[in-house]
């Protein structure tokens, strides 16, 4: 991979580099970031200075998927616990991140399509945006575009040391947001499909299913030592799920929203059972009940949530809320970056379908990832980690307007 670092791209890599450590530094510096945002620091200050994975001692907890705190609490353990060395290890997520795209679009579509993703992945504002924050999305990026890379590399190579890598790194993303294992294990299933007629196929798949086990099954079997119930992935979603359909999406984010809480009596009880002694999973059962009940008797607004949370996950500007910075900037920003680059590189899934291989990995991943978030919610930023494939296709895209656009006699390699 680093001998197809030019010149060219070590200076956008500076670039990107400097973007994304200058708005880190803007953050830190402002407190415009709550490093303890979501519980995943204060987790991993827990693994670090008592060795258990709490909120607080003796309050063992499976809200929040081992990933990202786990990736925390390496960096203090190495460095000590300094946030903004996370901050930091996350610029450098997102240069390995810009690096995996550019040779999977190269490698895919050509030189040219591989300078422009390069280009989009080094400014792309929600890159360098949630690189200042402890969020799980930088690092769920690096390792979607892994994943990607891998995958190419093994529908190039069969191989097992292909299989047993890409599998792991799936399983990864699966223990980092419970929510990628569904759209994993379909696209696993493509590739099971792809790799079955090929020599040793067979075995090249169940090395993939193996080692995609293998992060997913330690996880849930520390949930079921801890807290003796089946816990696959986060005690999270049940209420996240159960609040999706409790306020309407208009009101999320404003101060209806705690209104509209505040008078349901289901989810004030629900609530109180989170009496910060355990997170057994009991509140996600009672959650989970809630909202087969609510579907149970209102089916028809459930199925108009689905597709419209499925929009929502590919808007392309966030809706007017409280943000770090002022709402027509970010809305500018949006409709600038995302307002094209989410239309052209979903354009790019029609326009390559053709040629297989990854595109259709991609096709099954991303419907199936749209598919996941349409059934339960999504936000804007759940979108991030997906946008690793939508902007190797938009850069083929561009590959392809800029090679016809040149003159004859430019070469491209």
């Not at 099971?192 to 067979?202: D, E, K, N, V, Y």
Request: glycine share 8%; hydrophobic share 50%; net charge positive.
């Amino acid at each position: 991979m680093l001998r197809l670092i030019d010149r060219k791209t070590w200076i956008l890599l500076a670039l990107g580099l400097a973007l994304r450590v200058g708005y880190a530094t803007h953050v830190q510096r402002h407190a415009l970031g709550d490093p303890a945002v979501d519980g995943y620091e204060t987790i991993a200050r827990q693994i670090v200075e008592h060795g258990r994975y709490d909120f607080r001692p003796g309050v063992p907890t499976a809200m929040r998927e081992p990933g990202f705190p786990s990736f925390i609490a390496l960096l203090y353990l190495v460095f000590g616990e300094k946030p903004f060395i996370v901050l930091l290890a996350q610029a450098l997520l997102g240069l390995g991140t810009c690096l995996l795209l550019r040779v999977l679009a190269r490698g895919i579509f050509g030189a040219a399509a591989g300078d422009w993703a390069m280009a989009l992945a080094a400014f792309y504002p929600p890159f360098v945006f949630y690189t200042g924050y402890f969020y799980r999305e930088t690092l769920l990026s690096f390792l979607v575009a892994l994943w990607c890379w891998l995958v190419w590399r093994l529908l190039r190579e069969p191989g097992a040391l292909w299989a047993a890598c890409s599998g792991w790194v799936a399983g990864l993303c699966a223990v980092t947001v419970s929510t990628m294992a569904p759209p994993c294990a379909a696209a696993g299933l493509w590739l099971s499909g792809a790799l079955w007629r090929r020599p040793r196929g067979p075995a090249l798949a169940a090395t993939f299913w193996a080692a995609m086990s293998l992060c997913p099954a330690l996880w849930a079997a520390r949930n079921f030592a801890v807290f003796h119930r089946v816990i696959p992935g986060s005690t999270i979603w049940g209420p996240l799920l159960y609040e999706v359909l409790l306020v309407p999406e208009d009101l999320k984010g404003t101060e209806q929203e705690s209104v509209i809480k505040s008078r349901d009596a289901d989810w004030r009880r629900m609530m109180a059972m989170a009496d910060n002694t355990s997170d057994d999973g009991r509140q996600q059962a009672e959650a989970l009940r809630l909202c087969l009940a609510r579907i149970r008797r209102d089916p028809v607004r459930y199925l108009q949530h689905i597709p419209r949370t499925a929009l929502k996950l590919w808007r392309l500007y966030p809706y007017p809320r409280k943000y770090q910075h002022d709402y027509r900037l970010v809305k500018t920003i949006s409709l600038l970056s995302d307002g094209w680059i989410v239309p052209v590189g979903l354009a790019g899934l029609f326009l390559f379908w053709r040629r297989g291989g990854l595109i259709a990995f991609f096709a099954v991943f991303l419907g199936a990832a749209t598919a996941t978030h349409a059934l339960s919610s999504a936000i804007i930023r759940y979108r991030l980690p997906l946008m690793a494939p939508v902007l190797v296709l938009a850069a083929g895209v561009l590959g392809r307007i800029w090679t016809r656009g040149a003159p004859q006699t430019r070469k491209t390699r």
